[in-house]
């Protein structure tokens, strides 16, 4: 059974531009979340979306927005980026929406803003 | 909000050594999940423990959840464990989102 993935492995942008990254999550689950790892600041939760809604949202401005598909994969998309989006970004997946499942994490995008 | 906390910060072990990491937590929680992130950065999943104990080969983890905490041991330490090992927990509240703590950066010499 394939895992969760992400695509692209590393995406390089200049600050301002916009930054789409992709997540298919593990085949039967409906929930997926992101996460980010910025350097120095740990492991953050940014959104969760299930059956194509926003369910919940960290604390990340507006320019950080998403979308679910109707295949459940998912888009990350970051607008007029900065220099402190630079991070590593994490896709999860899980089969339900209780929060007592365990999420599946996928190899994740590492971001660069130059 | 809930707070999570890992002990220690970083271990340095010779292979073959015993270890025990520890997450504190501050209250009542839905999830408890232990990570070990490699070094190209993904997290891989080690277990689904908020409460109890569970096994597998060389790891262990139980959690105490009325004392809010849980402690993952790696016996009999190889090199390829070397990473960063992060508890993160879901609140009761729910919302689906997992707090993570700042992580056990382990590094294990042969």
């Known amino acids: 059974e394939a895992g969760v993935t992400q695509s692209p492995t590393h995406l390089i942008k200049t600050r301002g531009q916009q930054a789409t990254l992709r997540c298919s999550p593990i085949s039967g689950h409906t929930s997926v979340y992101w996460y980010q790892q910025a350097l120095g600041l740990g492991l953050q939760f940014l959104l969760w979306y299930d059956e194509g809604e926003e369910r919940n949202r960290g604390n990340f401005p507006p320019r950080f927005s998403g979308r679910q598909f109707p295949n459940y994969s998912s888009e990350l998309n970051v607008n007029a980026l900065e220099l402190e989006d630079s991070a590593l970004y994490l896709c999860?997946?899980?089969?339900?929406?209780?929060?007592?499942?365990?999420?599946?994490f996928g190899p994740g995008t590492r971001l660069l803003v130059l | 909000g809930i707070q999570v906390e890992q002990s220690p910060p970083d271990l340095i072990l010779q292979e073959g050594a015993n270890s025990t990491l520890r997450c504190n937590f501050s209250?009542?929680?839905?999830?408890l999940q232990w990570f070990h992130q490699n070094p190209w950065g993904q997290l891989i999943n080690l277990f689904y423990?908020?409460?109890g104990t569970k096994q597998n080969g060389r790891l262990s983890a139980t959690t105490v959840a009325t004392e809010r905490y849980s402690l993952l041991y790696i016996s009999s330490s190889q090199t390829t464990d070397s990473g960063v090992y992060f508890c993160?927990?879901?609140?009761?509240?729910?919302?689906?989102?997992?707090?993570f703590g700042a992580g056990t950066r382990l590094a294990v010499h042969p």
């Open positions: 423990i908020p409460s």
């Open positions: 209250d009542s929680v839905n999830n």
């Open positions: 993160a927990v879901e609140d009761a509240g729910g919302y689906n989102k997992l707090i």
């Open positions: 999860a997946s899980s089969s339900g929406t209780s929060g007592q499942e365990t999420q599946y």
